[in-house]
């Protein structure tokens, strides 16, 4: 009896010791956020939405958070649609080196993102192309189409060929199969797919930083304000983009995995 209440103890104890390593710097930050001072540091002085009034007041940041709703949902649309017609074809063909062209596919989530934002602006130079939102979101499909990929083609098993078969057999071409036979059925995981895209491409900073100009993204608009030092300010920007990254998360687990555990 006395070593299960220890060993239950210990446990609570690592699991408060674990999310308050995870949590505590977010806290922290959310905290500060509500300073009523010009500095984000002890002791606490007081609540105040002061900081939040500024946030959603300033043209700059409100821009760069329109920016970077625009180009995480563009980036994860494209990044899931050539994800899925690239796991359809390698799942359900015969192509030669299949292989291959599944390691190529999912090779850039092994490099750093810095490689992969010198690689696409050294690109991009070469091409004459101007850098802006556009190239950003190309940058963002690069490194989420991987992503996609994979959680796609990990869902696309044998005992969904049957029901494409049937399909086929009543006369359905095979574009239809595939959009309207296959993505249903795969739905879950492509919904999967594309909040985690969304949510990746709303944190990105370097490519993000690397392939803008003028028209910037939230990250970058952070990183420019952080420049001239922390202040509750800043702090509500973080506390707002991870409220956002948190909504998102929820959203993915309340629509797509609690729908995929019913069924």
Same mark, same amino acid.
């Given at each position: 009896?006395?070593?299960?209440?220890?060993?239950?103890? =210990?446990?609570?104890?690592?699991?408060?010791?674990?999310?308050?390593?995870?949590?505590?710097?977010?806290?922290?930050?959310?905290?500060?956020?509500? +300073? *009523?001072?010009?500095?984000?540091?002890?002791?606490?002085?007081?609540?105040?939405?002061?900081?939040?009034?500024? $946030?959603?007041?300033?043209?700059?940041?409100?821009?760069?958070?329109? /920016?970077?709703?625009?180009? !995480?949902?563009?980036? !994860?649309? $494209? =990044?899931? %649609?050539?994800? #899925?017609?690239? !796991?359809?074809?390698? &799942?359900? #063909? %015969?192509?030669?080196?299949?292989?291959?062209?599944?390691?190529?596919?999912?090779?850039?989530?092994?490099?750093?993102?810095?490689?992969?934002?010198?690689?696409?602006?050294?690109?991009? /130079?070469?091409?004459?192309?101007?850098?802006?939102?556009?190239?950003?979101?190309?940058?963002? $499909?690069?490194? /989420?189409?991987?992503?996609?990929?994979?959680?796609?083609? =990990?869902?696309?098993?044998?005992? +969904?060929?049957?029901?494409?078969?049937? &399909?086929? *057999?009543?006369? &359905?071409?095979?574009?239809?199969?595939?959009?309207?036979?296959?993505?249903?059925?795969?739905?879950?995981?492509?919904?999967?797919?594309?909040?985690?895209? $969304?949510?990746?491409?709303?944190?990105?900073?370097?490519?993000?930083?690397?392939?803008? @100009?003028?028209?910037?993204?939230?990250?970058?608009?952070?990183?420019?304000?952080?420049?001239?030092?922390?202040?509750?300010?800043? /702090?509500?920007?973080?506390? %707002? %983009? #991870?409220?956002?990254?948190?909504?998102?998360?929820?959203?993915?687990?309340?629509?797509?995995? @609690?729908?995929? =555990?019913?069924?």
């Amino acid at each position: 009896m006395i070593s299960s209440r220890l060993s239950k103890l =210990a446990s609570w104890s690592y699991l408060i010791a674990l999310y308050g390593f995870i949590f505590l710097p977010v806290a922290v930050l959310v905290l500060f956020s509500f +300073q *009523d001072g010009r500095l984000p540091v002890p002791p606490f002085n007081g609540a105040t939405l002061k900081w939040y009034g500024e $946030v959603f007041a300033d043209s700059r940041l409100m821009s760069a958070l329109t /920016n970077s709703l625009m180009v !995480a949902i563009g980036s !994860a649309t $494209v =990044a899931c %649609v050539l994800g #899925f017609c690239a !796991a359809y074809g390698l &799942a359900r #063909f %015969v192509l030669p080196a299949s292989r291959l062209q599944r390691g190529l596919l999912i090779a850039p989530m092994t490099v750093s993102y810095l490689i992969i934002a010198l690689g696409l602006l050294t690109t991009f /130079n070469w091409l004459g192309v101007s850098l802006s939102l556009w190239t950003v979101g190309i940058g963002h $499909v690069v490194i /989420n189409l991987p992503l996609c990929f994979a959680i796609i083609y =990990a869902s696309m098993g044998d005992h +969904q060929k049957n029901i494409e078969r049937a &399909a086929r *057999d009543l006369g &359905a071409a095979e574009w239809q199969v595939m959009t309207q036979v296959s993505a249903p059925m795969l739905m879950p995981s492509i919904l999967a797919a594309f909040f985690l895209s $969304v949510t990746f491409s709303w944190d990105e900073f370097i490519i993000a930083f690397l392939l803008s @100009r003028f028209d910037v993204t939230l990250p970058v608009e952070i990183w420019s304000m952080l420049r001239s030092g922390l202040n509750p300010k800043t /702090n509500a920007v973080g506390s %707002v %983009v #991870f409220l956002v990254s948190v909504a998102l998360l929820l959203i993915l687990e309340l629509i797509v995995f @609690r729908r995929t =555990a019913k069924k």
